[in-house]
């Protein structure tokens, strides 16, 4: 499964995705992936120029400056960029302290149909950054307010999407306060599940999503260790792992369930993609 994923990348995909498959896979050194992440860093201290691939114009960006703290705190090296880019966050967060999903900046550079700009502080983004930003470690006043934007925000969650469900378990898996986080964790799932939210085996995407973008119990819990995992029985979650690894295409990578708006993208998302699921599989030991 490994061999033929990293064919794959080879043939297909961004010399950052080959880089990262090198470093986690196959013992290569982590100074060539933060190389590559940092050709998208900006001197606000944030990152653009489609690091994400769905946002293809060059400003920073919140989802942009997730991406890249994800990565780089994957190889270790996430430190004075983490601090320079929660500078950047404090330029653009609202006073409440959260930030909008999409910042005005893009409004004139190519960007998916659901790159939304506005104004709004948004759940999910800064649940994203928050999460991560624990997960560094790092001290800085902005995620001091982030953090408290998001306990307000989901305390009082009562109602959710996919996506930012599994931005906030992400959060609650990363900030310090152990015992509230396994509280709102609990709580989460329920609401996951009992609204639906998460795809069990019957493919239904929800509402405002495209036909097969359903979130699987891998995507909430990537590891055994994550809370959400407590969120599923075992027979659950070996369903899904199954279906994983099933899921692997002819060519050696995986796919993706939600739109390409653009050619490049169905290369650029499937390397990320791939890479994800072979992490995945490894954290249940279905890879070695």
């Given at each position: 499964m490994i061999d033929a994923?990293?064919?794959f990348l080879w043939h297909h995909a961004r010399v950052l995705e080959q880089r990262r498959f090198a470093f986690l896979f196959d013992g290569g050194p982590a100074e060539p992936v933060v190389h590559a992440v940092l050709s998208h860093r900006n001197d606000d201290g944030g990152f653009g120029h489609a690091l994400e691939p769905d946002g293809r114009g060059p400003t920073s960006q919140p989802l942009h400056t997730f991406t890249a703290l994800t990565l780089l705190h994957e190889v270790g090296a996430a430190g004075?960029?983490?601090?320079?880019?929660?500078?950047?966050?404090?330029?653009?967060?609202?006073?409440?302290g959260g930030v909008p999903?999409?910042?005005?900046?893009?409004?004139?550079?190519?960007?998916?149909?659901?790159?939304q700009v506005g104004e709004d502080s948004d759940l999910l983004m800064t649940a994203l950054l928050a999460g991560v930003l624990h997960d560094v470690g790092v001290a800085h006043p902005w995620l001091d307010?982030?953090?408290?934007?998001?306990?307000?925000?989901?305390?009082?969650?009562?109602?959710s999407h996919p996506y930012e469900a599994a931005a906030c378990a992400h959060f609650l898996d990363?900030?310090?306060?152990?015992p509230r986080a396994e509280?709102?964790?609990?709580r989460l799932g329920a609401l996951v599940r009992d609204q639906g939210l998460v795809d069990l085996g019957e493919g239904r995407a929800h509402?405002?999503?495209?036909?097969?973008?359903?979130?699987?119990?891998?995507?909430y819990a990537p590891t055994p260790g994550s809370l959400a995992r407590r969120w599923f029985t075992d027979e659950e979650m070996a369903a899904d792992l199954d279906a994983l690894a099933a899921a692997r295409q002819d060519d050696g990578g995986w796919t993706f369930p939600w739109p390409a708006w653009t050619p490049i993208t169905t290369y650029e998302w499937r390397g990320v993609v791939t890479i994800e699921a072979l992490l995945t599989l490894r954290a249940y030991g279905r890879i070695s």
């Amino acid at each position: 499964m490994i061999d033929a994923a990293r064919t794959f990348l080879w043939h297909h995909a961004r010399v950052l995705e080959q880089r990262r498959f090198a470093f986690l896979f196959d013992g290569g050194p982590a100074e060539p992936v933060v190389h590559a992440v940092l050709s998208h860093r900006n001197d606000d201290g944030g990152f653009g120029h489609a690091l994400e691939p769905d946002g293809r114009g060059p400003t920073s960006q919140p989802l942009h400056t997730f991406t890249a703290l994800t990565l780089l705190h994957e190889v270790g090296a996430a430190g004075d960029h983490a601090r320079a880019a929660c500078d950047f966050l404090t330029g653009v967060t609202n006073a409440d302290g959260g930030v909008p999903n999409c910042l005005a900046t893009a409004r004139d550079h190519p960007k998916a149909p659901w790159w939304q700009v506005g104004e709004d502080s948004d759940l999910l983004m800064t649940a994203l950054l928050a999460g991560v930003l624990h997960d560094v470690g790092v001290a800085h006043p902005w995620l001091d307010r982030a953090t408290d934007f998001c306990w307000e925000r989901v305390d009082g969650l009562d109602r959710s999407h996919p996506y930012e469900a599994a931005a906030c378990a992400h959060f609650l898996d990363a900030v310090p306060d152990r015992p509230r986080a396994e509280a709102a964790s609990a709580r989460l799932g329920a609401l996951v599940r009992d609204q639906g939210l998460v795809d069990l085996g019957e493919g239904r995407a929800h509402e405002g999503y495209a036909a097969g973008e359903t979130h699987k119990p891998r995507q909430y819990a990537p590891t055994p260790g994550s809370l959400a995992r407590r969120w599923f029985t075992d027979e659950e979650m070996a369903a899904d792992l199954d279906a994983l690894a099933a899921a692997r295409q002819d060519d050696g990578g995986w796919t993706f369930p939600w739109p390409a708006w653009t050619p490049i993208t169905t290369y650029e998302w499937r390397g990320v993609v791939t890479i994800e699921a072979l992490l995945t599989l490894r954290a249940y030991g279905r890879i070695s």
